[in-house]
């Protein structure tokens, strides 16, 4: 079994390290680990470390040994899944799923036909359950550089955002505006990759015009119309498949 991950601020010099706080308590009264056993720290950008279990303290206190320090470089082409506000939980097991997958950064969208909002305190609090899930999310999927989640964006944003891309899609399906076949599409070895998804009841015809007046085209995943909270996911997986990043 592969050995549990844990987050950490910053990976210490020295050779032994206490892991506590809510990791610690998770370490030891939930995973119920015991000395010798292997478990990995990592800051969540990259930098990670193999360590043995030297002793459990108490609820919250798991004292490990290291002999150094490695880091993951960040991978290519970068993968950005800009999310349409989806309803109740589902922004969630979007992030969940995407972050399992493999996409590196998240970015929420505030759509014209998302019956979803996020404002003032409300907001902030939704922004906060999608951070922490990708927190989870990449210690349970064994990640040692977990997803960047932005701050909600506007289709303005994300337009900015997708003239900024090496390659940008709009997954969109519609009989009366043609798009292309992801699977096909040609995509670079290098630099960055945008995705946009949009909500429940799509990407409104001045939102697509937006997008491809940044140079962002509409393409399609397949012959059925996935849900806002799957699309996202099955996007990268593909993506991920095509440019070698999952060989």
């Given amino acids: 079994m592969t050995a549990p991950v844990f987050v950490v601020d910053a990976l ?8 506590d706080g809510p990791e610690g308590r998770h370490a ?3 995973k119920r680990l015991n000395p010798g056993e292997s478990v990995v720290l990592t800051d969540g950008r990259g930098r990670w470390a193999d360590c043995v279990v030297v002793a459990a303290e108490g609820k919250d206190r798991l004292t490990v040994e290291f002999s150094s320090v490695s880091e993951d470089p960040e991978e290519e082409p ?17 992030v969940e799923t995407m972050t399992e997958t493999g996409v590196d950064a998240i970015v929420p969208w505030a759509a014209s036909r998302c019956i979803t909002q996020w404002k003032g305190d409300r907001g902030l609090k939704a922004l906060a359950k999608w951070r922490s899930t990708a927190r989870e999310a990449g210690k349970q999927s064994r990640r040692t550089r977990f997803p960047e989640v932005a701050d909600l964006m ?5 337009a900015a955002l997708l003239a900024g891309a090496d390659f940008a899609a709009v997954l969109h399906e519609d009989r009366d505006h043609p798009s292309g076949a992801l699977a096909t599409a040609e995509l670079p ?3 960055s990759i945008v995705l946009v998804v949009g909500p429940e009841g799509g990407v409104s015809p001045d939102e697509l015009a937006a997008f491809e007046a940044a140079g962002a085209k509409p393409y399609r995943l397949g012959r059925s119309v996935l849900r806002t909270s799957t699309a996202g996911t099955a996007a990268t ?11």
């Fill in 237 to 247: 997986a593909l993506v991920l498949g095509r440019t070698g990043r999952w060989s």
């Fill in 78 to 94: 970068r993968i950005t899944v800009v999310q349409a506000l989806p309803k109740g939980d589902r922004g969630e097991l979007a």
């Fill in 154 to 158: 506007s289709t303005k944003q994300v």
């Fill in 12 to 19: 210490p010099d020295t050779r032994h390290f206490v892991l």
């Fill in 189 to 191: 070895e290098k630099g």
């Fill in 28 to 30: 030891v009264s939930v």
